[in-house]
């Protein structure tokens, strides 16, 4: 009896000791953009395959440097906190500002950066927006710093963030806003070069690696290709080497970093249906489609390990895009390669939730 008794001590420390060990030092993040553009509304999400929701987008006012928040958004921006959280009260909600919208407003990010007092419009701006409409944290999403002087300014622009949302804090008596970046994922898209990672890693409490849209079909319109692939054997560019990239060079822990899902997938059309494969012959690119669109063809789905890519093709129409396999297969790798989450652009395009569960359950606790 006794006996088994000092077994039971030393099992559960040993247990101790084991969660000690393995026990991740940050919770993770399943995240998730909703675009106002979409048309799925706020109160069709179900935010219980999410820890964090993003909402997208405010605006940046050319003219005072501002955050704004277009009329037609505001009822769903002002209310998303509490929507989301009637449903799931833990899931965390951030506004997104900005957006993949082109050399324009690159341009008007940058001119905002260049100077301290345009800096301070867009960053008192900011919280107050966040602040008015309850939203816990604030996303930046220029895209993309592309010069040298714009690595310097955007430097600048999430020190002075970073500052400003602890002071606020301390003013407010409430937690501070999370700050976060969707970032470029790969030097195929934009050079990485001109993120400043050391300030980045200082400053922000996460970064969104957008590690997709590597492989297009109007990049590539003559070869079908692994849109977003994890591994590339064929060449240099994969989600893999993107996020080691923000590790090792730009020095970003990886332990910041969110591994970027791409809900949507590219077609081609064959120039010989029987050749279906990866980098089959193409005739033509035919752009971005939506999975829940992918999933209507009712077309024959391929997984392959290699790339960790699906694909899909009926008579000469293919698809490159990541299905359930791929999702899952990419977030086991990303928690294993020391990831602190993923997150998926956007979740309007899912089928059913389908690819959102898949990739909360990939994840695990
Ligand atoms: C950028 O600013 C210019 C004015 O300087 C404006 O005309 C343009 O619409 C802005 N672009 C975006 C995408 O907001
Ligand atoms: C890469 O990430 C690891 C784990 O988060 C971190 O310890 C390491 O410092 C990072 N590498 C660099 C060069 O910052």
Not at 176 to 202: C, R
Request: hydrophobic share 35%.
């Amino acid at each position: 009896m006794a006996n088994s008794k000092n077994n039971l001590i030393l099992v559960s420390t040993l247990l101790m000791l084991l969660q000690l060990h393995f026990t991740p030092s940050k919770a993770a993040i399943k995240g998730g953009y909703w675009y106002s553009e979409s048309g799925l509304a706020v109160s069709n999400i179900n935010p219980s395959h999410f820890t964090h929701l993003f909402c997208a987008f405010a605006h940046l006012d050319p003219n005072t440097n501002k955050v704004t928040i277009s009329s037609s958004d505001s009822s769903q921006f002002s209310t998303f906190t509490q929507t989301l959280q009637a449903k799931n009260p833990s899931v965390k909600t951030l506004l997104s500002i900005g957006g993949g919208f082109g050399p324009s407003l690159a341009a008007n990010f940058s001119r905002m950066a260049r100077q301290a007092n345009t800096r301070k419009s867009f960053i008192d701006s900011s919280i107050q927006q966040a602040r008015s409409n309850n939203f816990l944290g604030l996303d930046l999403d220029w895209e993309y710093p592309s010069s040298d002087t714009d690595k310097t300014n955007f430097a600048s622009l999430i020190k002075e963030w970073k500052e400003a949302v602890t002071k606020e804090s301390r003013t407010s008596g409430k937690a501070p806003l999370f700050l976060s970046a969707a970032v470029a994922g790969s030097d195929q898209i934009t050079p990485l070069k001109y993120y400043p990672g050391k300030d980045v890693a200082n400053n922000l409490d996460f970064v969104n690696v957008m590690a997709y849209d590597l492989f297009t079909s109007e990049g590539y319109p003559t070869v079908t290709q692994p849109p977003a692939p994890w591994n590339n054997p064929r060449g240099q560019f994969s989600a893999e080497q993107g996020v080691t990239e923000w590790n090792k060079t730009l020095g970003v822990p990886l332990n910041k970093l969110n591994l970027g899902l791409p809900f949507y997938g590219y077609k081609w059309s064959l120039s010989d249906s029987n050749k279906n494969g990866l980098f089959a012959p193409a005739k033509q690119g035919l752009g971005a489609v939506k999975y829940k669109d992918i999933k209507n063809v009712a077309a024959q789905v391929v997984f392959d390990s290699t790339y960790v890519t699906n694909y899909c093709f009926k008579g000469t129409d293919w698809f490159g895009y990541d299905d359930t396999q791929s999702i899952s297969a990419k977030v086991v790798n990303a928690k294993q390669k020391g990831l602190v989450g993923y997150f998926a652009w956007h979740i309007e395009q899912d089928s059913n939730w389908a690819l959102s569960q898949a990739a909360s359950q990939a994840w695990g606790m």
